[in-house]
């Protein structure tokens, strides 16, 4: 990722605040400007998430069903079969999908679960899709595994802030979480990462959160802003829901902060209004999970996400995007980048 003069490092909670404090039509003209001038407006990234592994983690994630520590009634199941994710993804593909997500209910990946995880990658790689996978904490001997087999982004979200971190999770800290983020960035992976909203966190949190994304060496190429979905059986399941104009804010400042990441409008949209999800395209969420589950939570069917792009006039990315990028005399040219 080049650097431009948008990008920054710096950012400090009352940066973040002073932004997203503004009055909603100056923020969301703010975000919009930005988004234009670095990606198409109209389109919008479709990825497909599959869960290869489901169940089992023992991992205390309070916002997660397949944590082994909570009562969901989600069995443990084993790792997929290859050909099997493979078929998945073909379909996926058909469906106008451009990357393909894969995640396993790990605390991390065993050795023995490596060449499977590595000939799911070489497959789905070779439909002309990217790839994706989660896997929990990687060592930098696995890091280097997925690498070697071109694996193109790796997801692992941090969720919130450091401070609300431990309210969430007490099985792995805030900094096992970065130290990961950092062996996947030194093997030569793109980051995915990003965090939950309506977990009972406080506004600065998520100002803290997207600061420390931000304040990355090379931000996250793809940042995941999800919407809480309560599950019966977690420790989550009565916290109210986020209100969908501090959503819509955050997806904005969080352009602002990342203007050249792709910024993914991820769970919770089978909750959101089409007018919600509208102004979260408005202000710079440009990809989207397409299917009726995200690993084992509920998303909006297929032929909804259709209707709501013929409605706003979207359309789906390409594998590869056209990517705006200013000039130095400030007139805007268009190339060809890889997502």
């Known amino acids: 990722m080049s650097r431009t003069s948008d990008e920054r490092h710096d950012w400090t909670r009352s940066q973040a605040q002073e932004i997203y404090d503004q009055p909603?039509?100056?923020?969301?003209?703010?975000?919009?400007?930005?988004?234009?001038?670095y990606f198409e407006p109209n389109k919008v990234q479709i990825s497909r998430l599959l869960s290869i592994k489901t169940g089992g983690?023992?991992?205390?994630?309070?916002y997660c069903n397949q944590s082994a520590h909570h009562k969901t009634g989600l069995s443990a199941e084993k790792l997929m079969e290859v050909e099997r994710v493979i078929e998945e993804a073909r379909k996926a593909k058909a469906a106008g999908a451009s990357r393909y997500c894969m995640g396993a209910a790990f605390r991390s990946p065993k050795e023995r679960d490596l060449d499977m995880i590595c000939a799911m990658v070489?497959?789905?790689?070779?439909?002309?899709?990217?790839?994706?996978?989660?896997?929990?904490m990687l060592s930098d001997a696995h890091a280097k595994r997925l690498a070697a087999v071109g694996l193109d982004y790796y997801n692992h979200n941090i969720d919130t802030s450091e401070r609300y971190?431990?309210?969430i999770i007490t099985t792995r800290t805030f900094a096992d979480r970065l130290e990961t983020l950092d062996r996947v960035r030194a093997?030569?992976?793109?980051?995915?990462?990003?965090g939950i909203l309506g977990m009972g966190e406080e506004p600065e949190d998520r100002f803290d959160m997207l600061v420390t994304l931000a304040n990355l060496p090379q931000p996250p190429e793809s940042v995941p802003i999800n919407q809480l979905v309560p599950v019966e059986g977690t420790p989550l399941e009565n916290v109210p829901p986020v209100d969908p104009i501090a959503f819509v804010r955050t997806i904005a400042l969080?352009?602002?902060?990342?203007?050249?990441?792709?910024?993914?409008?991820?769970?919770g949209r089978a909750e959101m209004s089409d007018e919600t999800q509208a102004l979260c395209f408005f202000a710079g969420a440009n990809s989207i999970f397409m299917g009726d589950t995200l690993l084992t939570?509920?998303?909006t069917e297929e032929g909804?996400?259709?209707?709501?792009?013929?409605?706003?006039?979207?359309?789906?990315?390409?594998?590869?995007?056209?990517?705006?990028t200013e000039t130095c005399a400030g007139r805007e040219t268009v190339h060809a980048a890889a997502l």
């Open 304 to 324: 909804s996400d259709a209707q709501l792009f013929a409605k706003l006039g979207l359309s789906p990315m390409d594998l590869k995007r056209e990517d705006r």
């Open 297 to 299: 939570t509920e998303n």
């Open 254 to 267: 969080a352009r602002i902060m990342m203007p050249r990441s792709m910024v993914r409008l991820s769970a």
């Open 122 to 136: 070489t497959g789905v790689k070779a439909l002309g899709m990217e790839t994706c996978m989660t896997l929990g």
């Open 165 to 167: 971190y431990k309210e």
């Open 57 to 62: 983690c023992p991992e205390d994630c309070a």
């Open 24 to 37: 909603f039509n100056d923020l969301i003209f703010q975000a919009h400007s930005l988004h234009r001038r």
């Open 187 to 194: 093997a030569g992976i793109k980051i995915c990462c990003g």
